[in-house]
């Protein structure tokens, strides 16, 4: 898949709450396996990894994740709930859409300089 294919899947998912709410409902609910309707945190960790590489896009480095984990869990019980894990979901979306434009941004620009070779492996942040 190229990176303008991925860009603009992740617009989509993005501007489109109907689509990303059915994705992130079927990961939710196939990761949630004891279907207590939530996921602790190194579950969340694992499915945001999964979804990562089912949509071709970097996943963010494990402490963000985590971090987020903390933010969007609203009652504080450690764990997400299918509304909550949509919070972070579309967060983690936003952020890599944001890497991805800007990576491909710098890779258009050195296209234009002759003789300059550029090797991205950033990870998308979730910041």
Known sequence: MSSEHSIEQLRQLVADSAERHKICDLHFNQADSDKSGSLDGDEVITLVDTICKDMQIKMP?????????????????????????????????????????????????????PGVIVKSERNCSVW
């Open 61 to 113: 480095p494990r402490s963000k994740v985590e971090e987020l984990v903390k933010k969007t869990d609203r009652d504080g019980n450690g764990s997400l709930s299918l509304g909550e894990f949509r919070t972070l979901f579309l967060v983690v979306l936003k952020n890599c859409l944001k890497e991805a434009e800007k990576e491909a941004e710098e890779a258009a620009s050195k296209k234009q300089e």
